[in-house]
């Protein structure tokens, strides 16, 4: 019963400090593992959105380069022809494809439309002539965050000006101020949601345009919040040709023909006039290939999206794949609507692969991890058990020895008491009251032996005084000791010994001492027929001692298991004979280092046989 407590209270324990612990530890270990796939995909992202952040930045400095240099190079035509300027201006370099001159309300004086016009500036005129005669509206593109960096700036206004604080105001040039609030407000418009959203439908109520981007993120395992936003960060507001150029002297506009973008060139000639020029959608596309880094690498490919989501240029090893699906892309610029700078994975089952890997060896951990906690835990609560066995065998055989010990030293007290007061008066009764306390002492001797046997186990090796025994002589001697309680205690007891002396190397004590746990045993497990023999026998070179009783028998499941420390056998006799479970253990371990050995075996007719074998002349 108490054990069965103890049992449970130790399963609750290992359930609570182990099992537990263990599963907990595991499913976060698990919940881990399945977001390391979208934990890899997050990391290439942000390295690979940096390059397009840079690749961005790159094309914006190209762009102001080539506005600048047409600036540079466009003619003032005042004087002279300016059909032949022009046409120098354009054979000057790559960039002009169509020059135009306006003169300065908006009259065409260049191109025109004439029999000796070319085709492309019959093309030209076609497509532009109405927009560059002030007469027809352009989308202007314009960045969102930009134009609403104010309201922006309004909306988290406590965030805002804590962060442009942290910059001395008094060492920051007007102008670095400035486009610090710029760049706070593209970051608080690309970081937040709730921001662009709002900026989105205050441009619509303005009657600004937005459009979806022409391209869709690729990812499988990031939400598509954060893997990007869908619509351009570019507004337009459609306007004129005047209202574009005012307050600036020279630009770039954008222009849809059709759906496909061309790019007009302007500047502000000194006497009013407007030069210009369609610029050569080859040597243009051209110059900004020519910033981009290498586009292939074994991690991404890396390209430049026209305004219908073609690439540029693509690398040989790029193979066949969706352009319009990159792993991630950034638009460019306001001059260059709808167009995009964009990544790919070089082999998209990558990432997969990668995390499936590692996974892999996180499972193999985790396993390996719980397995050990479990394995660890579970031999700590055996031997937990085993040590709680232990201690409460300990304290039963204390129990047990007190009073084994307490049976003969009554006895021998009680002999010793009538002998004092002179009874019984005739000399053999005399006689046979001194060997009953001969024979008791010896049991007390032999249990006294057991106990110190048992303490002494483990810390060193007990020692022998070897030397040659006859054990016919020993046993004999053990007999006649023995004999007088035995028979005393109602049993008949038989010897046999072999015809010569059969020489043993032996501890006469120890031998003893087994024989006499052998044959206490006899007694002590005798029922109704009280009979004991005791044989000697030599054959084959070996010395045999058996002690063979009528008693209770040992059950055959048990035969082994009657040999090990504090092991009882379990039937009613035995738990009613008192006994420390050592007698048997002890006898074989006394026995094996005399080289020998203990056996049982069941007698025929009931009754047990308890077999002691020894080298003869004794063991090396
Ligand atoms: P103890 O006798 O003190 O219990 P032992 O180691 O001498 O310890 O014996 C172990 C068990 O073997 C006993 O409890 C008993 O069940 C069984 N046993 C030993 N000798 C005999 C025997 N002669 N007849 C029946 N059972 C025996």
């Known amino acids: 019963m108490k054990s069965r407590k103890t049992a449970a209270r130790l399963g609750i324990l290992f359930i609570g400090a182990v099992v537990v612990p263990a599963g907990i530890l595991a499913m976060l ?33 190209e762009l102001d380069k080539i506005r600048e240099e047409l600036d540079r190079g ?40 004439t029999t000796a016009a070319s085709p492309d500036q019959v093309e030209f005129l076609k497509s532009n002539q109405e927009f560059i005669a002030n007469k027809a509206e352009t989308p202007v593109y ?35 101020e400035s486009s610090l609030q710029r760049q706070k407000a593209i970051k608080e418009f690309e970081e937040n949601p709730e921001v662009q959203e709002w900026v989105y439908q205050q441009a619509k109520a303005r009657g600004q345009q937005s459009e979806k981007r022409n391209v869709a993120p690729s990812t499988n395992v990031l939400p598509q919040k954060q893997a990007s936003r869908r619509e351009s960060i570019y507004i337009s507001e459609l306007k004129r040709f005047n209202d574009i150029i005012a307050g600036t002297s020279s630009g770039i506009i954008p222009r849809f023909s059709g759906d496909k973008l061309t790019f007009l060139f302007w500047k502000k000639a000194g006497d009013g006039r407007i030069v210009g020029g369609l610029i050569d959608q080859t040597a243009f596309r051209n110059r900004l290939l020519g910033l981009l880094p290498d586009l292939y690498s074994p991690v991404r490919i890396l390209t430049i999206l026209d305004e219908n989501g073609r690439p540029l240029a693509v690398p040989d090893e790029s193979g066949e794949r969706d352009w319009r699906r990159p792993f991630v892309s950034q638009e460019i610029s306001e001059i260059l609507p709808r167009w995009e700078a964009a990544a790919y994975l070089t082999d ?32 700590v609560l055996k031997t937990v058990r085993y040590e709680i066995d232990l201690a409460k065998k300990k304290t039963t055989f204390v129990t047990n020895v007190s009073h084994e010990l307490k049976t003969p030293l009554t006895s021998i007290r009680m002999f010793a008491e009538m002998l004092r007061q002179g009874r019984p008066p005739d000399a053999g009764k005399r006689a046979q009251y001194l060997d009953l306390m001969v024979s008791e002492t010896e049991r007390l001797t032999r249990l006294i032996n057991n106990v110190l046997d048992f303490s002494r186990r483990g810390r060193d090796e007990k020692t022998y005084a070897m030397k040659a025994v006859d054990l016919n002589r020993l ?62 026998a030599g054959a ?21 298991k009657i040999f090990e420390e504090f092991y009882r056998a379990d039937d009613s006799l035995t738990a009613r004979t008192r006994g420390t479970g050592l007698g048997l253990s002890i006898a074989r371990r006394i026995v094996r280092d005399h080289g020998g050995e203990v056996g049982y075996r069941p007698r025929e007719g009931g009754g047990s046989i308890f077999e002691i074998i020894l080298p003869q002349g004794g063991s090396s």
């Open 74 to 113: 466009a003619p003032s035509p005042a004087g002279g022809d300016p059909g032949s300027i022009l046409e120098a201006w354009k054979n000057g370099g790559p960039l002009v494809r169509t020059p135009f001159l306006l003169n300065p309300d908006f009259e065409i004086l260049w191109p025109r439309l």
């Open 29 to 61: 270990a698990v919940r881990a593992i399945d977001r390391e796939e979208a934990y890899v995909e997050k990391q290439l992202q942000q390295t690979l959105s940096a390059e397009l952040v840079h690749v961005a930045s790159l094309i914006g400095a």
């Open 142 to 176: 314009a960045n969102i965050a930009l134009t609403f960096q104010e309201q922006i700036a309004d909306l988290v206004q406590p965030k805002f000006d804590d962060e442009l604080k942290k910059t001395e105001a008094s060492s920051r040039p007007l102008e670095t």
């Open 475 to 536: 046993a004999e001697d053990l007999v006649k000791d023995q004999r007088p309680r035995l028979e005393h205690n109602g049993f008949a007891v038989g010897f046999r010994s072999a015809a010569s002396p059969l020489i043993v190397k032996a501890d006469e004590d120890a031998l003893k001492q087994s024989i006499l746990n052998l044959l206490s045993n006899a007694e002590k497990y005798s029922d109704r027929i009280k009979e004991i023999d005791i044989e000697i």
């Open 348 to 379: 998209p089952g990558a990432i997969a692969s990668r995390a499936n890997l590692t996974a892999l060896i996180l499972w193999i951990l985790v396993v390996m991890l719980v397995l050990s906690i479990l394995t660890g835990g579970l031999f």
């Open 540 to 560: 084959g070179g070996q010395a045999i001692l058996r002690v063979k009783d009528r008693g209770i028998g040992v059950p055959p499941s048990q035969a082994d």
